[in-house]
């Protein structure tokens, strides 16, 4: 009789056993990065920051998406949710273009609780100067002052109007490609979730990059990375929390808020997830994918090996986030065929 080695079997009790290793060229950038957000590990602390930035908006950063004038930024406000104020969208769009092949509608990430439509704008750009998009990225309301479900609603009404106005901005209303980082990315998938549900605009595809999903923030790969990386289990838990208070991880957590949470994934738009294997995300990201899949959907997945939450923001030239973009941008390019 053969005893299989302990090495050699899968674990069955749902225990994480020791963390991946971290790739050796983002590393070095990671620990910068946690330096840098040490103070900002609480709620306390992250709204602290908040009020002393004050929402202005900076100059040069606007100078900087620009791009020396390659990009005209035009910000629009738009009517909101019902009952709720107007939300504001940033218009990006490459003054190169004669006829824009797609709109690219963006969420930011920032754990639900920081950032504005101007965060993690630069990829984005790049794929509307490369491929002749118009980038229309929306500011939604944060948590805690804002919970579920203003941010995935101001989210809906942005993703309504600029369907509605998609010929004023010269591009076919069925060509919408909806997508999102870490936090945006949730709130990207739970808005193809709403408007499947609402019968409300048809996307071409879904761009989902490291996605917060699971407010249960009990998957293996949350505890595993507990500790580690930029976004572990407890920043995570902050932001959840920050999001649906003491809902967060019961039994009545709306789909809209977690996607995660969604019975039924069918009738989506093709989708693409990607996600670092060593981050807290990954096993809840995987499963989203397989659950697509599962439902007869399209689906892309990629996990990146070594990869933390935000790998490729931090370490852009590295060759792990130059292949982490190049193909986000391949999968762009199938979905939009000349």
């Known amino acids: 009789m053969t005893v299989d080695s302990p090495l050699s079997t899968p674990r069955q009790d749902g225990v994480a056993g020791p963390p991946p290793p971290f790739d050796a060229e983002v590393s070095p950038t990671m620990a910068i990065m946690r330096q840098a957000l040490e103070g900002m590990r609480t709620l306390d602390a992250v709204l602290a920051v908040r009020g002393r930035t004050g929402g202005a908006r900076d100059k040069d950063q606007d100078a900087r998406l620009a791009r020396d004038g390659a990009v005209e930024l035009t910000e629009v406000s738009v009517p909101g949710p019902p009952g709720g ?48 998009l118009v980038v229309v990225s929306v500011d939604y309301r944060l ?51 709403l408007a499947r549900d609402r019968g409300g605009p048809v996307l071409a595809g879904q761009l989902l990059m490291c996605p917060m999903l699971d407010d249960r923030n009990d998957t293996p790969s949350a505890r595993q990375m507990a500790g580690l990386g930029i ?27 977690a996607p995660a949470r969604a019975a039924d994934l069918s009738g989506l738009p093709p989708t693409f997830v990607d996600v670092g294997s060593a ?60």
Request: a negative charge.
């Open 85 to 132: 104020p107007e939300v504001s969208l940033l218009v990006c769009r490459p003054t190169a273009l004669t006829t824009p092949r797609a709109i690219l509608y963006f969420a930011h990430g920032g754990g639900m609780i920081i950032g504005d439509n101007r965060l993690g704008l630069d990829e984005p750009l790049d794929w509307a100067q490369e491929l002749g």
């Open 143 to 193: 948590a805690p002052e804002h919970p579920h479900p203003a941010p995935v609603e101001d989210c809906y009404a942005g993703l309504a109007w600029t369907a509605a106005h998609a010929a004023d901005l010269g591009v076919d209303p069925a060509r919408i490609i909806i997508a999102g980082q870490s936090a945006g990315g949730g709130l990207a998938a739970a808005t193809a979730l």
């Open 231 to 257: 976004w572990d289990r407890s920043m995570n838990e902050m932001g959840w929390s920050a999001l649906l208070g003491e809902a967060r991880g019961g039994p009545d957590v709306s789909s809209y808020a």
């Open 279 to 338: 981050e807290t995300f990954r096993d809840e990201d995987v499963t989203y994918a397989s659950r697509i899949w599962q439902a007869g959907g399209a689906a892309e997945l990629h996990v990146w090996p070594g990869g933390f939450h935000g790998f490729d923001l931090v370490a852009p030239q590295a060759a792990l986030s130059r292949a982490a973009k190049a193909a986000r941008l391949q999968w762009l390019r199938r979905l939009l065929p000349t």
